[in-house]
Every structure is written in structure tokens, then in C-alpha cells.
């Protein structure tokens, strides 16, 4: 039997991404820089085993990009968006303006004309939707006003695709290119053959119909489907969603992206939303890795390494350049504390528009190849920079802003009272109130500026300072506290400054917060007794005054809870024992929990808490009366 | 025409027979406020001037519980413990009970026999009811015949219909004054006089 080609590539492209993506994702690169070296490793220029096919695998991987934004929509409420419209507008355009002129301006300056400056300039403004949002949402950060400006501001870009592949013939006029290349772009078909009056109607009233037909019919269609029981007819039917919608946006005109992006927002709501999720999910990781790879095996190492200097140079100046442009447009529009920082330097690459347009502009005589191929190789290496800028901005942006903020000086702290409160935060706010409305004087350190102002403002008398260093303890008089409370949620530390107190003050009597079983039998371990674990004693009364929602009396709700706190406490102490014998165990910190689970389980086992509550039980009295009546 | 507020104290209504059926009958009757301890206060943090003021309001306080050990439960004690402070209930100035009545209401697993003089257990019911009786008395209120049930635990559906709607006639006539006060006072039961 022959074996297809095709086998041997989709072994060559998954055995790439299964290596180098978990391997990225260890050192802390992220996925886009994992899938990014499998296509260079696997390119023409290192191993040389893929190549030939990668413009078609590209093409196809694009789809990705499109399913990316159909689920970027469904996580968007409508509202969200309307909300959104001045910073889409607002600020995409600006952006948009803005570096283009700049970018220009650079153009002109190394020497290029007119026309093709500007031409260059507006290609490169656009950014790279897919790489953005890809690292943007793994880092978690898409909630982040600087990641959300910079969606609003991908979004645009979406749009402004159109306007620009129709400036750039007037471009070519301008440069003086001859009309008959030009011309070719007059016969235009389809949708936009029509007249003007008529398009506006088309485009009304198909997003009208999108929109009834996302509120009102598409549950209905789903439920049917979803009715047949067939996991993979659901699936296919949410493909044809996407892909129509997307076939659909494209055929009127408009970037199939956007097309699906409005789909996601208009189902945003709908009740199936989360099942569409689950079903799409897969094919957008894997086709969006595909592009990812692909990107990578383009880059054209051949073309650098005969200009190195030069490329080299271009690719740090168009960063360069985008991020002041960025950087401006973010600040202009309200970001502060270091978003604007994220804001630019996610954006600060070209994006895989910039092929599209690339190419057009050849077609069209603005560029000629050589510059045309030297423009893509500086789009994808920009590209490929922007993990490792992201990676800049949490390494040194962000920590520099969280000091800028927290820079200020440690107040001098002296007691008032002898019983110290370290952390008075969500947790210390609460204990300390308790001992401070019972008459205690209570001296209070707290190591967020923020929350001491607040505080002070409402009369609170706290220091500000660095709770985790002893010296700080040391000046509020821990030597002679009664008491001191560890109430901070630097858990790590809290055990640190525990055990360090320990030691220099044996008889101190210290209270902590613990975050679950594990932090609270290393303070046990330490010797700390009065540990309270911060959402043990909130979860049971919860589940208690559900237990009254579900019909027991109130009283019998308060008990059920009550037995079963006590009940816990119990369980403790054999979990205590267990983690004693196993706690040279290495547990990895995501296991931490359900370990903890196994084990809480399996002690249940021996106390059962079932029948513990038989008072006021008066079948067996009732039992005995009928037997033997007095 | 008298307003009745009725304390009932079960720390498990839902394993009673005879007091949800009380209870139901209570409820219906106008001018009856029915306070239910263990559903209020589960965790037994009772607002002490919340219930002076409710006491104020009214003229006939009744509690309504089950005998455990010849005693309330817990919670009604712990009420009577914070609520019925000196200088409200009792002392040279407590004197907002004063003229008002109060009464028991309790069920009896033990049957109406062996709370017989007679009977193996020794004393009758209004003796063991003596620390609520001289309670009353300490806060100058007047001290009515108890509502009994025996023998809850033998109940027939008949005889609980039969206690429930003996119960709402008795609120009746207590809040429009209807008991001839001779007969009030020398009645064992308030059972007796319906």
C-alpha cells in the first residue's frame, strides 16, 4: 500500500508541536514561542523536512485565526461591546493613524519614496490578531485594561483591512505607476459591483438577520441537533456556524474574522454557548498551532543571513517605532500603571495581514519582489518577537510598576498596643475589628499603600510597611506581644516569620490565617496551635443555609453544620498524622489539592457522621410506650 | 380583647406530632403572635430588648414547648436567662410584666396517670411547672392553669385534632376574656374549662 505523503507530514508538524510546545511552556516561553521554533526546527533551514507545502498549510491554518474570534466573541456579553465602541473607533483608528504616519516618516527618512513609505507604513500598523490574543489570553491578561485596549484595537484593524487594500491602488497612482496594472483592480464582481445604496441594505439587512437569527432561531436548530444525541453531528453543526459565517462575511466583502467574531457576540447569550465552546475549542488550538508553525518554517533564514545587519536593524526599528506610536495612543487614551506598557509592546509587530497586503502591493508595482520579500521576512520576524517582548514586560515592566506604586517608605512603627496584627487586609480586617470593638489595643502593620490610606481615612492608626521582615515585627514590640496575629496572605512568608519568631521568642503566642490543610499543619509543625483555616468556617455556614434553603428547620441546618465542623476537626488530626509520615513526599502544587482530597476522603471513612445527631429522636421512645404502656 | 404572644420552643418540630399540629391551629388565630424561638435564633444569640419590646406589646405570654426532664429546652431557658432581666422583669423598677398573664403549654410523653399524685412518678404536673409558676410570680404576673397533652407519644390523628382544635378555643376565649375568673383559678387544666 503506498503511504500518502500527507501521513508523513502530519507526523513531521504534531511530533514538532508535541516536543517543542510543552517545552516552551516549562521554561516559562509560552505556546506561540513553542510552535514558532518547532517550524523553524523543522524548516528548510535546520532539519529541512517540511517547506514546500507550508503557503498552502498557511492559508489553511488562517482559519485558526478565525475561529479564535468567534470564541473571543462568545465570551463578549453585546453590551460589552456596545461599551466598547468608543475604544474600537476611538482608539483603533488613532492607532491605525498614527503609525502609519510615523512609519512613514521612518521610510522617508531612510530614503524610500513617498508611496511606498505610506504604503509600507500602513501595512505595518496592522498587528498580529493571532499572536496577540493567543499569548495575551494564556498569560491571562486579556482582562487587563491594556489587553482589552488591545482587543478593541485588533478589532479595528479587522476592519481597516478593507480601506487599506483599496487606498493602496490610489498609492500606486500616486507613485506613478502605469494604469494598467491599476486597472486589473477596477474589475471588481460580486458584492461590490453593486450599488452603493444597495450594499448598505445588503450589509443591514444581513446583520439583522444574524442577529434574529442568533437571539430566536439558532436555539432552536441546536436543540434539534443536540436532541439526535450524536456528540459529532453537534460538532458539525457548530463548524457550519462558523465556517457560513464566515464564507458568508467573506463573499459580502468583509474580513471573515469580523464575520465570526459578530456570530460569537451575537450567541454570546444563547444557551448552547458553552457546548459550542467545548466544540471548537480543539480545532482552534490545533489549526492555530499549525499557523504558528508555519509562520516559523516561512521565516526566511536564507534572506537574513545575507542582510543580517540590515534585517536586524529594520525589524528593532519597526518595533521601535510601533511601540512609540502605541505607547502615545495608550496614554492618550487613559492607560496607566504600565498598561499602556503591555498595550504597546503586544501590539508592537506587524501582523499576518501584512502577507495579504504584501502581496497585493507587489501585484500592484508598489513594491518590487525583493522588497517585497524583505517586508514579509520583517512582519514574521516581528511576529516571532512578540512572546519574548510580552515575556519583557512581566519580567521587568510589571515588577517596576508594582514597585513604582508600592515605593514608599516604610512608616516608622511604634507600638500601640501589645497585640500585633500583620496584614489587615480582607482577612485581618475582619479579626482585628473583633478584638479592637472588645476594647484591645491593637498595633496594626500592612504591607499594601493603598489599603493603609483607605483605612487611615477611617481612622484606623496603621503602619505601612514590609510585614514579612522581622524588623519591622521587631519595632512594633513582638518581643512583649501578648499576641500576634499572622493574618497576611503571603502564606509562604507567614510560615517563614512563624518559625523565625519561634525560635528567637519561644513563649510568643501566635495566631495565623492558614490557607488550607497543608499551610495549617506546617504551622502546627512549628508549633503554632491557633491556626484558622480562611474559608473552612464560611463554606459550612453557606452549605448550612442551603441545607435550610433544602427544607431543614433552621435550627436543624445550624446543627447539621455545626456537627460537621466538629467533625472535620476530628478528621484533622489524622490528617495531621498522615502528613507527618508522607510529608517528604514531593507534592506538586496543582496535585496539592486533590491529595488533600484523597486523603480527607478516605478518613471520613472511619467516622462516620451520619447518625451523630439523634437528639430529640423520639422513635424509640415511641417504639417502647407502644409495647409497654405504663 | 387581649394580644397573646405565644414563645414556643421545639429545638426539632420536625419529629413532633402533636406541636406542628399546635402550632397550625395557633397560627390561625387572630391576634396570637407566634414567636418561634429555635427557627429565630439557631445559634442562640437572642436580641435581648427586641424581645422586652415584643413582651411590651402584649397582655397574655405564653410558652409552648415539650417537658424535657420536667424542664423547658435549652434555648426557652437560655430566653428566659437574658430576656427577663432585673429592672424589666423584677426589681423596684421592673415592673412591665406586672398584670400580665402567663402560661404554659407543654406535651407530656408520660400519660395524665403518672402525673397523678397517685402515680410512679411523685408530682403532679402543676408541681413540676413550679419554677415557671413562681417566675410569674417574680414579675408580678398572674399565673394561669396549664394546656396539657399526655401521652403524646400514643396520639391517635383523632385525639391530636382533638388537642389542636381545643387549643384554638382556648386562645379564643383567653384573648376576648371569656373564662370566668373564679373558674380560671381553680381549674388544674386550662383543658378543663373548654
Redesign the interface.
Known amino acids: 500500500m503506498e503511504v500518502p505523503d500527507f501521513f508523513l507530514q502530519a507526523v513531521i508538524y504534531l511530533l514538532a508541536a508535541v516536543i517543542t510546545v510543552p517545552l516552551a511552556k516549562k521554561l516559562g516561553l509560552g505556546s506561540v514561542l513553542g510552535y514558532l521554533l518547532a517550524g523553524v526546527i523543522i524548516g528548510p533551514y535546520i532539519l529541512g523536512w517540511v517547506g514546500s507545502e507550508t503557503e498552502k498549510v498557511m492559508h489553511f491554518a488562517e482559519f485558526g485565526i478565525v475561529l479564535m474570534l468567534f470564541l473571543v466573541g462568545l465570551e463578549m456579553q453585546p453590551s460589552l461591546l456596545w461599551k466598547s465602541r468608543h475604544s474600537i473607533f476611538g482608539m483603533g483608528g488613532f492607532q491605525v493613524f498614527l503609525t502609519t504616519l510615523i512609519l512613514a516618516g521612518g521610510g522617508l527618512l531612510i530614503g524610500y519614496p513617498l508611496y511606498q513609505s505610506l504604503a509600507a507604513g500602513l501595512i505595518l500598523s496592522l498587528s498580529s490578531t493571532a499572536i496577540v490574543l493567543q499569548t495575551l489570553s494564556e498569560k491571562g491578561l486579556l482582562k487587563n485594561s491594556g489587553g482589552r485596549a488591545a482587543f478593541s484595537v485588533l478589532l479595528f484593524q479587522d476592519v481597516a483591512v478593507f480601506p487599506i487594500l483599496a487606498l493602496l491602488p490610489i498609492l500606486a497612482l500616486l507613485g506613478g505607476i502605469t494604469m494598467e496594472s491599476v486597472a486589473m483592480q477596477d474589475q471588481v464582481t460580486g458584492f461590490a459591483a453593486l450599488p452603493r445604496l444597495f450594499q448598505l441594505v445588503l450589509i443591514l439587512g444581513v446583520g439583522l438577520a444574524v442577529i434574529i437569527d442568533g437571539r430566536f432561531i439558532a436555539r432552536h436548530i441546536f436543540r434539534f441537533v443536540a436532541s439526535s444525541g450524536m456528540r459529532e453531528v453537534f460538532t458539525a453543526s457548530a463548524l457550519l456556524l462558523v465556517i457560513g459565517s464566515a464564507w458568508f462575511t467573506a463573499k459580502i466583502g468583509l474580513s471573515p474574522a469580523l464575520g465570526t467574531f459578530i456570530a460569537g457576540v451575537v450567541l454570546a447569550e444563547n444557551e448552547y454557548r458553552h457546548e459550542l465552546e467545548t466544540n471548537i475549542e480543539p480545532f482552534k488550538g490545533l489549526l492555530l498551532g499549525l499557523f504558528f508553525i508555519s509562520i516559523g518554517v516561512s521565516i526566511n533564514f536564507e534572506l537574513f543571513f545575507s542582510h543580517p545587519l540590515r534585517i536586524t536593524f529594520l525589524v528593532a526599528l519597526l518595533i521601535t517605532l510601533k511601540f512609540i506610536a502605541l505607547w502615545a495612543t495608550g496614554k492618550l487614551f487613559g492607560l496607566k500603571h504600565g498598561r499602556q506598557v503591555l498595550f504597546a509592546l503586544a501590539l508592537a509587530q506587524a501582523g499576518e495581514f501584512g502577507f495579504v497586503l504584501v502581496s497585493f502591493s507587489n501585484k500592484l508595482g508598489i513594491f518590487n519582489p525583493e522588497f517585497s520579500s524583505m517586508v514579509i521576512i520583517i512582519i514574521i520576524m516581528s511576529m516571532a518577537l512578540t512572546p519574548l517582548l510580552l515575556i519583557i514586560n512581566e519580567k521587568l515592566v510589571r515588577p517596576y510598576y508594582i514597585r513604582r506604586t508600592n515605593k514608599k517608605i516604610p512608616d516608622k512603627v511604634t507600638s500601640t498596643g501589645n497585640i500585633i496584627l500583620a496584614g489587615f487586609g480582607r482577612f485581618g480586617l475582619v479579626a482585628g475589628r473583633l478584638l479592637m470593638a472588645n476594647g484591645f489595643k491593637v498595633t496594626i502593620l500592612d504591607s499594601n499603600p493603598a489599603n493603609v490610606e483607605i483605612l487611615r481615612k477611617y481612622g484606623f492608626k496603621l503602619f505601612y510597611g514590609d510585614v514579612t521582615r522581622p524588623e519591622m515585627l521587631e519595632a512594633a514590640g513582638v518581643k512583649d506581644a501578648r499576641l500576634l496575629l499572622l493574618t497576611m496572605a503571603e502564606y509562604d512568608e507567614a510560615l517563614k516569620i512563624a518559625a523565625y519568631l519561634k525560635k528567637q521568642y519561644p513563649n510568643l503566642k501566635i495566631a495565623a490565617r492558614a490557607r488550607d490543610n497543608i499551610h495549617e499543619f506546617e504551622f502546627y509543625k512549628l508549633g503554632v496551635k491557633m491556626v484558622q483555616r480562611e474559608t473552612f468556617n464560611s463554606a459550612v455556614e453557606l452549605g448550612s443555609r442551603s441545607l435550610h434553603y433544602l427544607g431543614f428547620s433552621r435550627y436543624q441546618a445550624y446543627r447539621a453544620g455545626l456537627i460537621f465542623k466538629h467533625h472535620e476537626n476530628e478528621i484533622m488530626h489524622e490528617l495531621y498524622e498522615h502528613w507527618l509520615e508522607s510529608e517528604n513526599r514531593y507534592i506538586e502544587e496543582t496535585r496539592r489539592f486533590s491529595e488533600e482530597l484523597t486523603e480527607i476522603l478516605k478518613t471520613e471513612r472511619d467516622f462516620s457522621i451520619h447518625d451523630t445527631d439523634c437528639a430529640w429522636d423520639v422513635t424509640s421512645i415511641r417504639k417502647e410506650a407502644r409495647e409497654k404502656p405504663e | 380583647m387581649n394580644k397573646i404572644l405565644i414563645i414556643f420552643a421545639h429545638?426539632?418540630?420536625?419529629?413532633?406530632r402533636i406541636h406542628r399540629k399546635l402550632c397550625e391551629s395557633a397560627r390561625e388565630v387572630e391576634g396570637v403572635t407566634f414567636h418561634d424561638l429555635?427557627?429565630?435564633y439557631?445559634?442562640f444569640f437572642i436580641p435581648v430588648k427586641r424581645e422586652q419590646t415584643r413582651l411590651r406589646e402584649h397582655d397574655i405570654i405564653i410558652f409552648q414547648h415539650p417537658l424535657y426532664w420536667y424542664s423547658c429546652p435549652a434555648l426557652l431557658k437560655e430566653w428566659m436567662d437574658l430576656v427577663l432581666e432585673h429592672n424589666f422583669a423584677f426589681g423596684k423598677t421592673g415592673t412591665i410584666l406586672k398584670g400580665k398573664k402567663l402560661m404554659s403549654v407543654v406535651s407530656t410523653?408520660?400519660?395524665a396517670?403518672?402525673y397523678n399524685d397517685s402515680g410512679?412518678r411523685h408530682h403532679t404536673l402543676p408541681q413540676i411547672l413550679a419554677p415557671f409558676h413562681q417566675t410569674a410570680m417574680l414579675c408580678g404576673m398572674d399565673y394561669l392553669p396549664p394546656f396539657v397533652v399526655h401521652?403524646s407519644?400514643?396520639l391517635t390523628k383523632a385525639d391530636i385534632l382533638g388537642f389542636s382544635n381545643q387549643y384554638r378555643e382556648v386562645l379564643k376565649a383567653l384573648r376576648d376574656n371569656r373564662f370566668p375568673p373564679e373558674e380560671l383559678s381553680s381549674a388544674t387544666y386550662i383543658n378543663d374549662l373548654i
Open positions: 429545638p426539632a418540630i420536625q419529629k413532633s429555635y427557627s429565630q439557631p445559634d410523653g408520660g400519660s396517670r403518672v410512679n401521652g407519644h400514643l
